[in-house]
């Protein structure tokens, strides 16, 4: 297996080189995503100099956190509304809000502000979670009334295919909708982010404006 360290630098150059191809300006954040790997591996994400990290199911998040100290948690996974109690202490980011049940189960158990990213199913594709492209907004407007749940930007995922043009298209309907929200200069939802780029298609995300990429199988895999 790659040290985690040479796969961040090989990472860092590919993201630093995406960029300068559109000379993108803004900062990207590297979500070490550690659902595969066991604790030792995500503790050498830690060595390495990683500070945010990304699992999706509880059963990962808990065991981890256990174990590993020094990290900004990201829960990255569909969270199921019976799930958020033993969750949402736990972690910093979530960046799959995704429906108005599992926003009013955070209202009721989070005991601080949880910063999440609102899912977007910009590709449409049946298979994936998320909320319809055009439902974004009057999602987000609704979301006004909880306190405990600031919108810092939008999560996608892309579809799985080898067409490149394809998937620049989802991250580039994300950035616009992104744009759309934050121009409506909501005080619960700056959305200023975009999470968006996995192991492989980080590149074309950074290109597209990603500011959080979401990378486990290049980087600790
Ligand atoms: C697993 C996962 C990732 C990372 O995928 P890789 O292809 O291994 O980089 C990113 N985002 C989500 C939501 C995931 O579930």
Redesign the pocket.
């Known amino acids: 297996m790659a040290k985690i360290e040479n796969n961040l630098q090989n990472i860092r150059e590919k993201i630093l080189a995406a960029k300068e191809t559109v000379q993108a300006q803004q900062d990207v954040q590297i979500?070490a995503?550690t659902?595969?790997v066991d604790i030792a591996r995500t503790q050498e994400a830690i060595a390495a100099g990683l500070v945010h990290l990304?699992e999706?199911r509880p059963e990962g998040l808990h065991s981890k956190t256990a174990h590993v100290a020094g990290a900004t948690w990201h829960f990255?996974?569909t969270l199921q509304t019976r799930k958020v109690k033993q969750v949402i202490q736990h972690i910093d980011y979530l960046?799959?809000l995704d429906r108005m049940s599992l926003a009013e189960e955070i209202e009721k158990r989070a005991e601080r502000k949880v910063k999440c990213f609102v899912q977007a199913n910009v590709s449409g594709e049946a298979s994936k979670h998320g909320i319809a492209t055009e439902e974004v907004i009057p999602f987000i407007q609704e979301l006004e009334k909880f306190s405990k749940i600031e919108v810092v930007g939008l999560?996608t995922?892309a579809p799985h295919v080898e067409d490149a043009a394809e998937i620049r298209q989802v991250f580039q309907k994300l950035k616009k909708l992104q744009q759309e929200v934050a121009a409506l200069q909501l005080p619960y939802a700056p959305c200023t982010e975009l999470s968006m780029g996995?192991?492989?298609d980080?590149e074309i995300a950074v290109q597209e404006g990603a500011t959080f990429v979401?990378?486990?199988?290049?980087?600790v895999?």
């Open positions: 979500i995503v659902k595969q990304g999706n990255i996974g960046h799959s999560m995922m996995m192991s492989n980080y979401r990378i486990g199988t290049a980087l895999g």
